[in-house]
């Protein structure tokens, strides 16, 4: 099955820095990389996500960036506010096979944001 | 809206008690997802419905039963429970069906469980 490697499992960084957060996977068929960020007692957000036929996409100060060779894929998060401080979880999936997406997530990435 | 509501927000149950965990969504998802969540990890898979019928049990103790009324409910059902079963239940929803660009999984805000 997926397995899905997600690196560095904390990140500590100053208001206004940029954070990047890592994820390979194993399966070559995976085609839907979503991220997820978790605030304190709530559950998973979408925040952004790529599939396996764009290489790049953009939202604000977010960016996800998937090379399909390496089977990597990573979060890119500009101009850092303490508000992004949350888990942030990358995911793999599947999507055509079934009618239903199955997700392999990775181990998550505590992210600090310091004023 | 991309809202999955879930109740209750916490739980206390002991061993003996039977109780439910309840979803709802209403954004015309046919797929549906029960989680389940420990501390500081990422969210397993237990059951998977897919137009109200299981499409995936993750080899889930019976003591979870889940039940899928219709397209916008889902429940788990709890009897039985060990403490080792605290953790955040989590509800989540998906557009569905083959001809979809769309897999964006929606979560709720989970149930708090706490097993005695």
């Known amino acids: 099955g997926e397995n899905v490697e997600q690196h560095p499992s904390t990140l500590s960084v100053q208001e206004g820095d940029s954070a990047v957060i890592k994820c390979t996977y194993s399966?070559?068929?995976?085609?839907?990389f979503p991220w997820y960020k978790q605030e304190l007692g709530k559950g998973p957000q979408l925040i952004i996500d790529i599939r396996s036929n764009v290489g790049e996409k953009k939202d604000q100060r977010i960016a996800v960036t998937l090379n399909k060779t390496a089977k990597h894929f990573s979060l890119h998060i500009t101009e850092t506010q303490p508000e992004d401080s949350a888990v942030y979880f990358c995911a793999a999936s599947i999507k055509g096979r079934t009618s239903y997406g199955k997700l392999t997530f990775g181990q998550g990435t505590i992210l600090t944001v310091h004023p | 809206d991309t809202e999955v509501t879930q109740t209750p927000k916490h739980l206390v149950m002991g061993m003996t008690n039977k109780k439910s965990l309840k979803c709802e969504q209403h954004m015309g998802h046919r797929a549906m997802y029960w989680y389940k969540q420990k501390a500081k990890k990422p969210p397993e898979l237990m059951f998977v419905?897919?137009?109200?019928?299981?499409?995936i049990n993750e080899s889930v103790p019976s003591r979870f039963s889940p039940e899928c009324p219709n397209s916008s409910l889902l429940n788990l059902h709890l009897h039985a429970l060990q403490p080792e079963d605290s953790a955040l239940y989590l509800c989540a929803s998906s557009f569905s069906g083959l001809a979809t660009s769309s897999y964006e999984q929606y979560f709720g805000p989970g149930t708090r469980l706490t097993v005695t």
């Open positions: 419905y897919s137009y109200e019928k299981l499409s």
């Open positions: 399966d070559s068929a995976s085609n839907y």
